[in-house]
């Protein structure tokens, strides 16, 4: 919803025009929670609050809002605020009382995975507040699995003994409660929550049957399989050989679901599906099966690998403060030029890096490379820029690093560019730093449209996978093998081939017609 109709209903709601009551401000507020529009969630309740500020419901959603864009502190004053005003017999006590075990979850959570005074006190806070919501109702399974996970934590942390057997009695009543609530409904979230209470149980196959089922729901969606990863990773903090089977699968339903949240692909998650072996093959297969069309878990494998010479390019700054303007990848340098055989090089846009700093781009010796996938503490900076070419031609700047880069992830060229009218289309595959986040995939709606091969000296390509500021000079990878066809550059609504009409599409320039071009000025080239 535009920030001005926000506006609009905020003000009318204050001058009582409109009522707390009226169905357009509760549908509007219902709408934004469901489609997880939670900044202009918490811009409406925060509007509403000044002039209702004892109504339960809008507390809540505006709490619920303050968690989720990254302010727990602040939910918490403002659940303990309306909770003072409730009786105990108020419908939205319950549900108040587990959003503050929420907050206090998100807290530990953001604390990081140390032991601390203070994560001891989060971790107690939480456990007290979703045990006071799941004893008002035990019905709310949702209450009990937080509670049964971070029970789990404290355990695994020494801050409590003796209670394994209660937690085995309230993972078995959260799964008889959570069954019959997805028999009843189908819904996904009893399934994830009968896959999550079975890891307290201590049994790996029984995990994997639940999280079969939970993986064929109907209706699943990325937010859901994401929230289960998210809260396994986090949360109970699953590692170890027995339970990478299981994150494995998540991690690839995730990534094949539309409305991926990219930002659960880490780099250090790149770095442990790497070293993922057969045995996490098997169980990946037993659990997923063929119902999802799924892809095999050697492509999982391959994309990981590559997702090592992607590199983020990093304004320097004296102070550490981490500003990332674009993305580089490296690519074996005899793949581009004879004369720089042997050696790894790194690409990336004239627009993001060139020799003058020419703007928006950078001089050399004011950025630096990290491989976050590899090693997110180490730098490199730039020997020589060894070729250069303006946006207006290849948009594209080789690049020799000191220390050399990373040699696992070098993207071999692809010999042919895929065809363009294949039915069903084709896919590409992008991985980058899109808006300076950390390492993520771009695997979604990423059909290619069309390319200008052979009718151009510049070949372009354009694709739907989506991209961010920070995605210029990301690798864009041909589907199946994860070859490399072309570097990201731009958006563009302009068609190629001389078709008329517009469309959104975003933009690389073909690989190959570098190499053409690079072999047409060999001559005077450096040699490494």
Request: glycine share 8%.
């Amino acid at each position: 919803m535009p920030d001005e109709d926000l506006d609009s209903l905020a003000k009318a709601l204050i001058e009582n025009r409109v009522g707390w009551r009226d169905p357009s401000l509760q549908s509007t507020l219902d709408t934004l929670r469901a489609d997880r529009n939670f900044a202009a969630l918490a811009a409406l309740t925060e509007k509403c609050a000044r002039f209702h500020p004892n109504v339960p419901k809008l507390r809540r959603l505006q709490a619920q809002a303050l968690i989720e864009t990254g302010q727990p502190a602040t939910a918490v004053s403002v659940i303990e605020s309306v909770k003072s005003h409730l009786t105990n017999d108020d419908s939205e006590l319950p549900e108040l009382q587990g959003l503050l075990g929420r907050a206090y979850k998100q807290m530990l959570i953001d604390s990081g995975s140390g032991q601390s005074a203070e994560q001891r006190d989060l971790l107690e806070r939480a456990i007290a507040a979703y045990r006071i919501a799941y004893e008002v109702d035990s019905k709310r399974y949702w209450h009990g699995v937080n509670l049964l996970a971070l029970g789990w934590r404290a355990q695994r942390q020494g801050l409590v003994r003796g209670n394994a057997r209660q937690l085995t009695e309230l993972a078995q009543q959260v799964i008889t409660t959570a069954k019959t609530a997805a028999w009843d409904s189908l819904d996904p979230w009893a399934l994830a929550t009968v896959a999550e209470a079975s890891i307290a149980l201590r049994d790996p196959a029984a995990t994997e049957d639940a999280l079969r089922e939970f993986l064929n729901a109907n209706g699943l969606e990325a937010f859901h399989v994401g929230s289960l990863l998210r809260q396994l990773v986090q949360v109970w903090q699953l590692d170890g050989k027995e339970w990478l089977g299981a994150l494995t699968a998540l991690r690839a339903m995730h990534m094949r679901l539309p409305g991926v949240d990219a930002t659960l692909m880490a780099a250090s998650d790149v770095q442990q599906l790497m070293t993922a072996g057969a045995e996490a093959k098997v169980v990946y297969e037993r659990i997923l099966g063929p119902a999802k069309g799924l892809v095999p878990f050697e492509w999982i494998q391959l994309a990981n690998t590559r997702a090592t010479g992607v590199a983020a390019v990093r304004a320097s700054d004296p102070y550490g403060r981490d500003s990332t303007i674009g993305t580089a990848f490296v690519m074996d340098g005899g793949s581009l030029l004879d004369q720089w055989d042997g050696h790894t090089l790194a690409l990336t846009n004239f627009h993001v890096v060139n020799r003058e700093g020419l703007s928006p781009g950078l001089p050399p010796e004011s950025v630096e490379l990290v491989f976050e996938a590899v090693d997110p503490a180490r730098r490199h900076t730039i020997k020589q820029v060894l070729w250069e070419s303006p946006e207006r031609e290849f948009d594209c700047v080789i690049l020799q690093l000191d220390p050399p880069p990373p040699t696992s992830g070098v993207a071999p060229l692809a010999r042919n560019l895929p065809l363009k009218d294949a039915k069903p289309p084709v896919r590409v595959y992008i991985i980058g730093h899109p808006a300076g986040r950390p390492l993520e995939f771009s695997i979604h709606d990423n059909e290619l449209l069309d390319h200008n091969h052979g009718l151009s000296e510049v070949t372009h390509l354009h694709y739907r996978a989506p991209t961010e500021s920070g995605s210029s000079g990301s690798p864009v990878f041909k589907e199946g093998p994860w070859e490399a066809i072309a570097i990201h550059h731009a958006y563009t609504e302009t068609r190629l081939n001389g078709e008329t009409g517009g469309y959104q599409a975003n933009e690389g320039i073909g690989l190959a017609s570098i190499k053409a071009r690079l072999t047409a000025l060999a001559a005077s080239l450096p040699t490494l």
